[in-house]
């Protein structure tokens, strides 16, 4: 279904990862009668198909993969690969997963056309990267957005060898020959790891992420799949590479790409941090930022593949697929595996003589499209396709041909190379047991090769827990003598060992329990024991933390968006609201073994840190909170309505709506009072220019988040945005941001006078309305419909003029000037402007 056809709302959900997007979504689609969830990997699928059907039943839940069909009579819901989705089927809520896939050079055609055409009765979400935000605005104008934010930090701390990784780490290489090497050498130096690929099947995907959650091993070694919203349990990030295979050539990843996989770190409200491990070069300090800050430059264009078939002739179905896209903003998608084989057999004498009707060609396209499981090479797949093409041509694929094929790949034994290829051969099988009418009997054979595929599933995963897990290493010891309890290591990640057990993690001054010893009632007290006996055997490292923290220089300490203070890849403390709104107060995240002097010696650097970052940033305004609160008659002292205004910019973090002040009369000896501080009155608001650079902006942004004790706290505007549709940040937030909310559109201060500076100029030159609305529209980076919207808030409107074009005309404001006695009692400074 077209975009233009559907009434329904259309909304995009966008963030980073870590933000509840897809359990958001879930739960909005099973809100309704009926839904449909696209996802991007099978393994995914499976995951979430699982989870719904806790939650309905399975008589109520569809599963729809390329090789996977459940469908049961009485389905509402349905979960499905995004290549797998029955759009044929309505549905009242549509959703579709990493929708930024739209960019990718070999899969980005079908999101694209989900986007395009994919659409739910009553709502559609589509979920990802903000980096789409422009690209879906463009296509979908009329698409609600809501921004999420990600709930918990994501730090970098650099690089690490594999031996001094941190426990609860993922691995991430890029082919299974680096997942597999890194394994070994994990299992030798660390114990043992859980192995993830993209090619897995789900149950021995599912086998081994067991182990890993479980605690039966502490490491995961992974390719990028990890990257598409497979949750575990993993606090660390660490990149063996930075470069990997796109179809055609190696190329280093993308930032958001990185992004993407680094923030796996640190599930819901736990913080996360990622590196570089082995020979992958650190990151340069450009690309740490973005991923840390989550700022990715936005998708410009979109893959595109014609989806309106000609099926009249092979040479037209040719033609067809080799369309140019319709629009700017498309370019067309490279050849896929379906087109290439399909290229490849239309030159073949026998694939012609038979692809002459309608039909028979549809069914060639049909079988090219059988997904390339065996990765051997093109020649190799086309030949495969050819011989289902020709058997379906005849009839059915015949039983003894598949008996035979499944027959030879139904063997158990072998290594982790033999059984992996078994697992991607028996895949082609059973998507054709999958397709209506390719069998006689789908059900047998659907049945036979998912038993198959079990088989080898379990054989493999024992195969990569023999090779790649030493459990004599990674079970810990539950039982030590008590003369054993003092031997403490600690490790450099963090890790802290008694008599060679790992008892829990230290991170800056807080010791992490490690859960797997604090099980039963048992457990918890053989944990309380081991806590003491760890602190007691920690005591001097807090010390010597303690005097380095004391003596560490500035850019050794960091503030997050979210109000923490990091320092040596750990939190030490978090801001809280202080006696003012510029004056937040620090409290520590150290355990009570820090103490005396050396805790005395940590908060008083870290405050001073604060004290000397918020001075860096905010000078300006601390300025005008001096000047108001200099003693009258002194020679700093400000005029009792100047202070007042001073005043109330410190407590409104450096900001005023105009129509909010009770301002005197004669307002000129007010402006050159301050006029010194870098204050602006402008037409709207009073504010500081100094103020909306991004460091002094994200500042105060963050300053009114603690001093509101915001729960969550949003994340600061882009820097160098001056324009944005809002999405779920509070006004008052925007506006210690630099930003006026004008028709549900945050524009930052500076740009809503130069937008009224163009406006009187229009006027003033006779510049005709529709002239000058593109110059409008583009100082807004907005639609005409909406630029026309925010001119229509600020009381310009479009006015007719009789022969001659329409001109730009701005409604009189009707204020009523408050009574004397009024302004005395209601002003919040009526002391300070001396009333009585």
């Given at each position: 279904?077209?975009?233009?056809?559907?009434?329904?709302?259309?909304?995009?959900?966008?963030?980073?990862?870590?933000?509840?997007?897809?359990?958001?979504?879930?739960?909005?689609?099973?809100?309704?009668?009926?839904?449909?969830?696209?996802?991007?990997?099978?393994?995914?699928?499976?995951?979430?198909?699982?989870?719904?059907?806790?939650?309905?039943?399975?008589?109520?839940?569809?599963?729809?993969?390329?090789?996977?069909?459940?469908?049961?009579?009485?389905?509402?819901?349905?979960?499905?690969?995004?290549?797998?989705?029955?759009?044929?089927?309505?549905?009242?809520?549509?959703?579709?997963?990493?929708?930024?896939?739209?960019?990718?050079?070999?899969?980005?055609?079908?999101?694209?056309?989900?986007?395009?055409?994919?659409?739910?009765?009553?709502?559609?979400?589509?979920?990802?990267?903000?980096?789409?935000?422009?690209?879906?605005?463009?296509?979908?104008?009329?698409?609600?957005?809501?921004?999420?934010?990600?709930?918990?930090?994501?730090?970098?701390?650099?690089?690490?060898?594999?031996?001094?990784?941190?426990?609860?780490?993922?691995?991430?290489?890029?082919?299974?020959?680096?997942?597999?090497?890194?394994?070994?050498?994990?299992?030798?130096?660390?114990?043992?790891?859980?192995?993830?690929?993209?090619?897995?099947?789900?149950?021995?995907?599912?086998?081994?992420?067991?182990?890993?959650?479980?605690?039966?091993?502490?490491?995961?070694?992974?390719?990028?799949?990890?990257?598409?919203?497979?949750?575990?349990?993993?606090?660390?990030?660490?990149?063996?590479?930075?470069?990997?295979?796109?179809?055609?050539?190696?190329r280093a990843l993308r930032a958001d790409e990185t992004g993407q996989i680094a923030g796996r770190a640190g599930r819901y409200m736990n913080d996360g941090t990622f590196g570089v491990t082995g020979e992958c070069e650190p990151f340069d300090n450009e690309l740490v930022g973005r991923i840390e800050s989550h700022r990715y430059d936005p998708v410009k264009v979109l893959q595109w593949r014609n989806a309106t078939l000609d099926f009249e002739s092979l040479p037209r179905?040719?033609?067809?697929?080799?369309?140019?896209?319709?629009?700017?903003?498309?370019?067309?998608?490279?050849?896929?595996?379906?087109?290439?084989?399909?290229?490849?057999?239309?030159?073949?004498?026998?694939?012609?003589?038979?692809?002459?009707?309608?039909?028979?060609?549809?069914?060639?396209?049909?079988?090219?499209?059988?997904?390339?499981?065996?990765?051997?090479?093109?020649?190799?797949?086309?030949?495969?396709?050819?011989?289902?093409?020709?058997?379906?041509?005849?009839?059915?694929?015949?039983?003894?041909?598949?008996?035979?094929?499944?027959?030879?790949?139904?063997?158990?034994?072998?290594?982790?190379?033999?059984?992996?290829?078994?697992?991607?051969?028996?895949?082609?099988?059973?998507?054709?047991?999958?397709?209506?009418?390719?069998?006689?009997?789908?059900?047998?054979?659907?049945?036979?090769?998912?038993?198959?595929?079990?088989?080898?599933?379990?054989?493999?995963?024992?195969?990569?827990?023999?090779?790649?897990?030493?459990?004599?290493?990674?079970?810990?010891?539950?039982?030590?003598?008590?003369?054993?309890?003092?031997?403490?290591?600690?490790?450099?990640?963090?890790?802290?060992?008694?008599?060679?057990?790992?008892?829990?993690?230290?991170?800056?001054?807080?010791?992490?329990?490690?859960?797997?010893?604090?099980?039963?009632?048992?457990?918890?007290?053989?944990?309380?024991?081991?806590?003491?006996?760890?602190?007691?055997?920690?005591?001097?490292?807090?010390?010597?933390?303690?005097?380095?923290?004391?003596?560490?220089?500035?850019?050794?300490?960091?503030?997050?968006?979210?109000?923490?203070?990091?320092?040596?890849?750990?939190?030490?403390?978090?801001?809280?609201?202080?006696?003012?709104?510029?004056?937040?107060?620090?409290?520590?995240?150290?355990?009570?073994?820090?103490?005396?002097?050396?805790?005395?010696?940590?908060?008083?650097?870290?405050?001073?840190?604060?004290?000397?970052?918020?001075?860096?940033?905010?000078?300006?305004?601390?300025?005008?909170?001096?000047?108001?609160?200099?003693?009258?008659?002194?020679?700093?002292?400000?005029?009792?309505?100047?202070?007042?205004?001073?005043?109330?910019?410190?407590?409104?973090?450096?900001?005023?709506?105009?129509?909010?002040?009770?301002?005197?009369?004669?307002?000129?000896?007010?402006?050159?009072?301050?006029?010194?501080?870098?204050?602006?009155?402008?037409?709207?608001?009073?504010?500081?220019?100094?103020?909306?650079?991004?460091?002094?902006?994200?500042?105060?942004?963050?300053?009114?988040?603690?001093?509101?004790?915001?729960?969550?706290?949003?994340?600061?505007?882009?820097?160098?945005?001056?324009?944005?549709?809002?999405?779920?940040?509070?006004?008052?937030?925007?506006?210690?941001?630099?930003?006026?909310?004008?028709?549900?559109?945050?524009?930052?201060?500076?740009?809503?006078?130069?937008?009224?500076?163009?406006?009187?100029?229009?006027?003033?030159?006779?510049?005709?309305?529709?002239?000058?609305?593109?110059?409008?529209?583009?100082?807004?980076?907005?639609?005409?419909?909406?630029?026309?919207?925010?001119?229509?808030?600020?009381?310009?409107?479009?006015?007719?003029?009789?022969?001659?074009?329409?001109?730009?005309?701005?409604?009189?404001?009707?204020?009523?000037?408050?009574?004397?006695?009024?302004?005395?009692?209601?002003?919040?400074?009526?002391?300070?402007?001396?009333?009585?």
């Amino acid at each position: 279904m077209h975009p233009q056809h559907s009434p329904a709302k259309v909304t995009a959900i966008l963030g980073p990862t870590n933000t509840g997007k897809t359990f958001f979504a879930i739960e909005r689609m099973l809100a309704h009668k009926s839904g449909m969830i696209g996802l991007p990997l099978r393994l995914l699928a499976r995951e979430v198909y699982d989870k719904i059907v806790r939650l309905k039943g399975a008589n109520e839940v569809a599963l729809i993969t390329g090789e996977e069909k459940i469908v049961p009579k009485a389905a509402r819901f349905f979960v499905c690969t995004v290549e797998a989705m029955p759009l044929e089927i309505p549905v009242a809520c549509l959703v579709v997963d990493e929708i930024q896939l739209c960019a990718d050079p070999e899969r980005g055609h079908v999101f694209t056309d989900r986007l395009l055409h994919a659409r739910g009765q009553e709502e559609t979400l589509f979920l990802g990267s903000d980096t789409m935000r422009g690209a879906i605005q463009r296509f979908i104008p009329k698409t609600w957005f809501t921004v999420r934010p990600r709930f918990s930090d994501l730090a970098y701390t650099g690089p690490k060898k594999l031996t001094r990784l941190p426990r609860r780490s993922a691995v991430v290489g890029f082919s299974a020959e680096d997942v597999y090497g890194i394994a070994e050498i994990v299992r030798r130096q660390r114990g043992g790891a859980a192995v993830v690929l993209g090619a897995l099947s789900p149950r021995t995907r599912n086998a081994q992420v067991a182990l890993y959650q479980s605690g039966d091993v502490d490491f995961l070694v992974a390719t990028d799949a990890i990257g598409m919203g497979i949750n575990m349990d993993v606090d660390h990030v660490a990149f063996a590479g930075h470069e990997k295979f796109d179809g055609r050539g190696f190329r280093a990843l993308r930032a958001d790409e990185t992004g993407q996989i680094a923030g796996r770190a640190g599930r819901y409200m736990n913080d996360g941090t990622f590196g570089v491990t082995g020979e992958c070069e650190p990151f340069d300090n450009e690309l740490v930022g973005r991923i840390e800050s989550h700022r990715y430059d936005p998708v410009k264009v979109l893959q595109w593949r014609n989806a309106t078939l000609d099926f009249e002739s092979l040479p037209r179905l040719l033609d067809s697929l080799d369309a140019p896209p319709p629009e700017r903003g498309l370019a067309r998608a490279r050849p896929a595996s379906d087109a290439i084989a399909l290229t490849h057999l239309a030159r073949e004498a026998d694939i012609q003589a038979l692809a002459t009707s309608r039909d028979a060609v549809r069914r060639l396209w049909e079988v090219c499209q059988l997904p390339d499981f065996r990765k051997l090479s093109s020649d190799e797949h086309a030949r495969m396709i050819r011989t289902i093409y020709l058997y379906l041509m005849a009839g059915h694929i015949p039983d003894d041909w598949m008996g035979r094929q499944i027959a030879r790949l139904d063997i158990a034994e072998g290594d982790v190379a033999t059984l992996s290829g078994r697992l991607a051969q028996i895949r082609t099988f059973t998507y054709a047991a999958h397709r209506a009418h390719w069998t006689r009997d789908t059900a047998h054979w659907q049945g036979e090769t998912r038993a198959v595929e079990d088989r080898l599933s379990d054989a493999l995963h024992e195969r990569l827990t023999q090779r790649f897990i030493d459990r004599r290493t990674s079970v810990l010891m539950k039982h030590l003598r008590e003369e054993e309890i003092a031997d403490v290591r600690l490790d450099e990640s963090g890790g802290v060992a008694i008599g060679g057990e790992l008892i829990g993690r230290l991170d800056g001054f807080h010791f992490t329990p490690d859960p797997r010893g604090t099980g039963d009632s048992n457990g918890l007290i053989h944990g309380r024991t081991l806590r003491t006996a760890a602190m007691r055997g920690l005591e001097s490292e807090f010390l010597s933390r303690a005097e380095r923290l004391s003596r560490a220089q500035d850019a050794e300490i960091t503030l997050s968006e979210h109000g923490k203070l990091w320092w040596d890849g750990a939190i030490v403390a978090r801001l809280t609201a202080g006696a003012a709104p510029l004056s937040p107060r620090l409290e520590l995240i150290a355990d009570e073994w820090l103490k005396g002097a050396a805790r005395q010696s940590v908060q008083t650097r870290l405050d001073a840190w604060l004290e000397v970052r918020i001075a860096a940033r905010l000078e300006p305004l601390l300025a005008l909170a001096r000047a108001a609160q200099a003693k009258v008659g002194s020679a700093a002292a400000l005029s009792p309505a100047a202070r007042g205004v001073a005043h109330q910019l410190a407590e409104n973090f450096g900001s005023l709506n105009r129509t909010a002040l009770d301002l005197p009369d004669k307002l000129g000896p007010v402006i050159r009072s301050l006029r010194p501080f870098g204050l602006w009155f402008g037409r709207r608001h009073v504010y500081l220019p100094r103020l909306l650079r991004p460091d002094a902006a994200s500042l105060l942004a963050l300053l009114w988040g603690v001093w509101t004790k915001q729960s969550q706290l949003p994340g600061p505007p882009a820097p160098g945005l001056t324009s944005f549709a809002r999405g779920a940040e509070p006004e008052e937030f925007l506006g210690a941001a630099g930003f006026a909310l004008i028709a549900g559109r945050a524009i930052r201060y500076d740009m809503l006078e130069r937008l009224e500076d163009e406006l009187e100029k229009a006027v003033a030159g006779g510049t005709g309305a529709e002239a000058s609305l593109p110059r409008l529209v583009s100082l807004l980076g907005t639609g005409n419909d909406e630029g026309k919207a925010v001119l229509a808030a600020l009381g310009w409107r479009s006015v007719a003029v009789t022969g001659a074009p329409a001109v730009w005309r701005k409604a009189r404001e009707k204020r009523r000037k408050p009574r004397p006695e009024a302004r005395r009692r209601d002003s919040p400074f009526a002391a300070l402007l001396g009333a009585k």
